[in-house]
């Protein structure tokens, strides 16, 4: 037997043990698709078992991601940080060998894959990123960034809309260092693929300008190499469909039987008999391979050095680049914004926020993004560029057309690539798309902007389809993420401040409308994600409410105060920034032992948690309607003299 | 000038004076697309604009909903009840000519539109429901459901993932009684559609088994309506793409400058002079339109009562089909589920599910729905069927593939249709793929079943990505739906039986696993939302529990007991049904002067309405991680020893 069969066979063998030992586990993609991801790893792709934060390694998606036994397996024998144990530690609590892979767990894991789709649209993402670094900083003799992105993906990530959304941009910007390798094997968890699917594939990434090839029998491992080369050499995006069985070797092989659960004993006798295993016992790597990891990883290594070598002459020749490449965080925090205006008149939130993005942009350039065909209406337009196209790769405005879903992906690819902070756009409610999306990006702990407009019923004549009403609280529950919804436009400010720098997914909650310029703001307040504003001694109760509504409990205190009520008034553009500082601090902001009040034009749904009671929250808890937005806005409470009336009562 | 012209530009001059006084609108696509929907209405629709709920009416799906200038005109010119005043107070508040199509404002507007992509995935639902519906209960002799589901769409359309996913579904089934016309007018709100999509539209619905049909001049309407006969004759759902240009006759026509916005004075006069428009004064409709109303009418009404004749002959001579399919309502009504089993051991809980459903379906057929390719995890198989399909059209398992937005914008359309009742699964993470659709679903008041499993991070080794933790608050926040989550098999039946008889979305949370048999619960307990299961004289606090947690607490109480606390556990299956109820009944459940605390292994994002207290909320706020379920389960807190542990620190 060759030594690529004894390999593909180890894949296997280890594959089904691993799913034997844990009980569970995802085996037929494995089984069927170990060839083809076994010669892409051993004679195509570019990287460093040892090293996996190598910039300028190509990248590799596994879409597939319940599929693990086989990476975990392949990144085994190839040399990566995952040990014999680790692998008889699949799926168990605390390894770093997950049911699905997880790029925070994991090391040489690119992206976390699972949710269908996604990996593929991801792959697009850091597709887009290397392609325009590549333009931005290459020079004629030296190409500091030149890699490609590799997937892995199987039918069910094709019927996804995510990934039909960013095949159809990756064909648009023409990402030919892109090169999907597509598990055929015509079978999904229900039954075949044919029961929901009858699409002609072939025609259909063609008709979205990829590459298209076609392996017939995926054990060929000499066609599935051709195919790489082939795809290397277009100009397209292309996807290589290989014929792959699933549950290759297994009594059910070819139906959707083998696409989950442990063999058994008996089942796994059957599939070593049936590709010729030779060797006894679980778990069991012949030597040939140990000997050929070696041999391996001293190549990978020699690359890797080879690069940073390249690095070193890419820092001497072209500091400046170097630095806005590399040292881009680091610029971040330096940035102070002394070099922008503070802002003294009021100003449409929106029109701010494109102003402090493009102030940003000229000062570091490292952002990219764009809006789902609104960026008008956002304003996230970077003035100094056009369009990212097939034409013109270095720019930064990317146009991502109707696709939340697919913006949002492609935006935690590229923040997964690293080297640029993606941003994306669109109305709030239409955020719902992307949802899953952001989630994806809080769980990879990476930290694209959301730029949210358009942020209450005050929007108006577009009617209840175009009026957020329970997205903020939507978004609060998510784990990991920080929305904030800013009150004047010099928090705005504040806001791309902090989102710069943080660690995680933040949403900027922007209104349309213009706000007038509240005082005593500064950033040290903002970043306590909640602030007293405005305050009486003896005060009766306090007052909290956030983005447009600052203003409209200002006004509502004024007139309250001539009645005798004394409020204190918080600005909370953050719960989640409140919620991370202490509690000395927060009771100093919040005294629950005086009456609490919510005021933010949106769902009620959880501000009771401030409150402690539910009649306390003033809030739109139904759909809106068309009409004129102001008058909605009012109709709906949101005026000073409604406002006045609902204090008055609740706190009589 | 020829009548079909004035009409055509008596639809383009009203929309121009609808946005000019309502001072916003998108005027591009009315101006544009006026003559191929005005051809579809006068010589092809099936209608009868006095009878609008019509059961084998065609459909008309406007999924351009921001072109509703256009929409009404027509309306109001084929005689349906939208008035001049209607029209004249376009996007005003209360006016039934709102900013967006709102099916539950407006007769005649099947689908409520808006956000890009879901009229065309409703649509197909539409034909999903008249090919099923026809296929049941059409006979050789009389053909009782016969009609054509059309849409209307555009560029940003066809770039949404949920219309590729749901594309791909009407290829598969055929639905070739589905017919599209595709304003292709290479603009969208950003600019030229060319900026983000070059795909090839024929070839990629032909890859999809879509008959496309190329249009070249959208002014040439007998070319339009020799195109929509070619596509009654296809045996594939077909696209017939138009080329019209945006904002015709104006000034800006052909670009982006043309989607929005009123013209002007002088921009109406430059439209009306382009158009050869020859007319005094705004709102302005020409004698012979009136003529042509009242003949147009009169035909629509003939072929509306030939149809109700046929409906009394469907009566007389299938009695019993006639029942299923005009009174599935009052059937549901009547079904006491007295024939079904009363649950005395212990099951898990998407298994008994799946009895129940298959109950419901062998009792009244009028069920509908699948899983977005996991059916055997979520259960709901219907058993005595296959899948629908093009061979096997009155299949009523639908394999929606691993489409889950577009299964939920189908299951919508479906709805809309009337005559069955949809349902759509997935595992509760994965509903975020869903959001928008279950939303939109709240928004048009109809009422599809969600059936979500694997509710908690106990389904475990799959790892976060697969675990639940904001979904619920995330539903739960959502206006107009009813979240259910079953605490044991006999609320199975009961969620069942709620669901069915609803007049808004609900969504039932059911777990993987077996969960006991709770006394004490019967359907006018469950269908208050809350309610006292397990209770102590003089009790110390009321612990709320849901789902899986409920035998948990009560365990709990039982060790808690022996320690001298006395605790009342109150049920909840559902926030929405509790608040419905009086404050004396809620405030007979939970006792709120004495502590309150809440068990649910999800988000405790919203529970302090109950609570008051954030310490109080017993949850899992982070996401969760690879590892056998109940291990994590428990070590997440939720265990008998942890939660006793909680409960005395909190009433310490």
């Known amino acids: 037997m060759s030594f690529d069969q004894i390999f593909i066979n180890t894949l296997r063998t280890l594959s089904a043990d691993m799913v034997e030992r844990a009980g569970s586990g995802h085996l037929g993609m494995p089984l069927g698709a170990s060839p083809m991801v076994y010669e892409l790893f051993k004679n195509h792709i570019k990287l460093d078992p040892q090293n996996t934060e190598w910039f300028d390694r190509d990248r590799f998606i596994y879409s597939s991601g319940h599929g693990t036994p086989l990476l975990y397996s392949l990144y085994h024998l190839f040399g990566y940080d995952i040990s014999m144990e680790d692998l008889k530690n699949y799926r168990q609590l605390g390894s770093i060998t997950p049911g699905h892979p997880e790029n925070y767990l994991t090391k040489g894991v690119d992206a976390t894959t699972g949710p269908l789709g996604q990996g593929f649209a991801m792959a697009v993402g850091f597709a887009i990123a290397e392609t325009h670094l590549g333009a931005k900083y290459n020079k004629d003799d030296l190409k500091i960034i030149d890699h490609y992105t590799y997937v892995v993906c199987g039918d069910g990530d094709l019927m996804e809309g995510v990934a039909l959304e960013t095949a159809s941009i990756a064909g648009r910007i023409g990402l030919n260092k892109l090169i999907v390798l597509y598990d055929s094997n015509d079978v999904c968890l229900d039954g075949n693929v044919i029961n929901s699917t009858s699409d002609n594939i072939k025609k259909k990434f063609e008709a979205m300008n990829w590459n298209h090839i076609f392996v017939k029998d995926g054990e060929n491992i000499v066609d599935v190499g051709k195919a790489i080369e082939e795809a290397k050499k277009s100009d397209k ?57 070696e041999e391996y990883l001293k190549e990978a290594s020699n690359k890797y050095e080879a690069w940073l070598d390249k690095k070193i002459q890419f820092k001497e020749k072209y500091p400046e680049d170097y630095e806005k490449l590399f ?43 764009g809006s789902a065909d609104l960026s008008k209406s956002n304003k996230v337009n970077i003035r100094k560029c056009g369009y990212l196209s097939k034409e013109n790769q270095a720019n930064s405005n990317i146009a991502f057309g109707v696709r939340e879903f697919g913006m949002a992906a492609i935006t935690n690819g590229i923040s997964l690539h690293g080297g640029l902070i993606p941003f994306a756009a669109t109305f709030l409610v239409f955020s719902e798309y992307m949802k899953s999306a952001i989630r994806h990006a809080a769980l990879q702990k990476i930290n694209p902007i959301y730029i949210f407009t358009h942020d209450t019923l005050s929007i108006g004549p577009d009617g209840p389809t175009h009026q957020p009403i329970e997205q903020l609280a939507e978004f609060r529950s998510v784990p990991n993420v920080d929305v904030i919804r800013p009150a004047d436009p010099n928090e705005v400010i504040y806001s791309w401040k902090y989102a710069l720098s943080n660690n995680k997914p933040t949403i900027l909650i922007n209104a349309r409308q213009e706000l007038p310029v509240l005082n005593e703001t500064n950033y040290e307040k903002f970043v306590k994600g909640a602030y007293v504003i405005d305050d009486s001694d003896d005060y009766h109760a306090t007052i909290i409410a956030t983005g447009s509504e600052v203003s409209l409990a200002l006004k509502a205190k004024e007139v309250l105060e001539e009645k005798g009520i004394r409020l204190r008034i918080v600005n909370m553009p953050s719960w989640e920034l409140f919620e991370r500082e202490d509690r000395t601090y927060q009771d100093s902001v919040i005294d629950r032992k005086k009456p609490v009040i919510s005021i933010e034009a949106s769902s009620g749904f959880g501000w009771e948690r401030y409150t402690g009671k539910t009649e306390n929250v003033i809030c739109v808890n139904d759909f809106g309607e068309s009409g004129n937005g102001q008058d909605l806005y009012e109709a709906r409470g949101f005026n000073v003299k409604d406002i006045v009336a609902r204090i008055t009562e609740i706190l009589s």
Chains 1, 2 share one sequence.
């Open 327 to 369: 040292n881009y965080k680091e610029a971040i925090k330096k940035l102070d914004f002394s070099g922008f205006i503070k802002y003294t008149e009021p100003k449409p939130i929106r029109v701010a926020s494109e102003d402090v993005l493009n102030y940003v942009y000229d000062e570091l350039g490292c952002l990219i993004g």
């Open 237 to 293: 995006p292309s996807i290589i469909e290989v014929k792959n069985i699933i549950g290759f070797g297994t009594i059910d092989a070819g139906t959707n039987n083998a696409h989950s659960d442990p063999l058994g004993n008996d089942g796994i006798a059957y599939l070593k008999k049936q590709v010729g295993w030779e060797y006894e016992g679980d778990f069991y790597v012949p030597e040939e391979i140990e000997a050929f990891k």
